[in-house]
């Protein structure tokens, strides 16, 4: 099985920045492909941005700009770098493979990480 662990988040002023990171344990070439996403409370779960196996990056438009997704595949680990917060992107944020499944069919999700931004 592979286990997603999540760390980074936390409480910023409005302007500020916060750095995501996501370890992947297990089944560390689901690694090529992976997203972030975000939920907030009351509100749909949405996506934030992925990387794919070329290395290639795509965005919300919320957030295009302002965040940067990237890797260090030596730390099978995934990074989200968020400047310029807004208290809107105040959310539970989510990594996620694109690539692995579970045996149930699922993707793989890391735990959360709560982000809260104040204006």
């Known amino acids: 099985q592979m286990q997603l662990v999540q760390s980074g988040g936390g409480s910023v002023q409005a302007g500020g920045s916060l750095r995501l990171s996501c370890v992947a344990f297990g089944y560390e070439y689901c690694m090529t492909d992976m997203s972030w996403y975000r939920q907030a409370p009351g509100k749909e779960r949405e996506f934030v941005s992925a990387i794919d196996s070329d290395g290639s990056a795509s965005y919300a438009d919320s957030v295009k700009g302002r965040f940067t997704i990237s890797q260090d595949n030596d730390k099978n680990t995934l990074y989200l770098q968020m400047n310029s917060l807004k208290p809107e992107d105040t959310s539970m944020y989510y990594c996620?493979?694109?690539?692995?499944?579970?045996?149930?069919?699922?993707?793989?999700w890391g735990q959360g990480t709560q982000v809260t931004v104040s204006s």
């Open positions: 996620k493979t694109d690539l692995c499944r579970t045996p149930g069919g699922s993707f793989y």
